[in-house]
C-alpha cells in the first residue's frame, strides 16, 4: 500500500519560516498530482497549493508569494515551503496525491505560528 507521510511542522514566530516534507513509500507519488491542504478545528479544510505530474503549480491567494511547492522525483517527495509565516497559517497541514484510481492522505502535521 502506498503511504505519505508528513514532516516538518513544529512552532515558529510569524515572519518566520519552515518547511514541510511529503515522503511516499513509493515512486508512483512522481506521476500524480499533489496538493497541500490546511485545516483548523471546526473549519473546512481547504487547498494550499497543488503540483502536477508535469510541474505546473498553483497556490491559494492567501498563501501566493510565500509558499513555494515543489518535488523532488529521486526522493519520491514533494515539499511545501513556508516563508513569512503568520498567525492565520497556524493548521494541521496535510498532503494528498491523486490521479487514476489513486487518492492517498498523510496523517498531517501541525505548524503553530505565534509568537
Known amino acids: 500500500q502506498v503511504q505519505l507521510v508528513e514532516s516538518g511542522g513544529g512552532l515558529v514566530q510569524p515572519g518566520g519560516s519552515l518547511r514541510l516534507s511529503c515522503a511516499a513509500s513509493g515512486s508512483i507519488i512522481n506521476i500524480l498530482n499533489v496538493g497541500w491542504y490546511r485545516q483548523t478545528p471546526g473549519k473546512q479544510r481547504e487547498l494550499v497549493a497543488t503540483?502536477?505530474?508535469?510541474?505546473?503549480?498553483n497556490y491559494a491567494d492567501s498563501v501566493k508569494g510565500r509558499f513555494t511547492i515543489s518535488r523532488d522525483n529521486a526522493k519520491n517527495t514533494v515539499y511545501l515551503q513556508m516563508n513569512s509565516l503568520k498567525p492565520e497559517d497556524s493548521a494541521v497541514y496535510y498532503c494528498n496525491a491523486a490521479g487514476g484510481l489513486h487518492n492517498i492522505w498523510g496523517q498531517g502535521t501541525q505548524v503553530t505560528v505565534s509568537s
Open positions: 503540483i502536477t505530474a508535469f510541474g505546473s503549480t
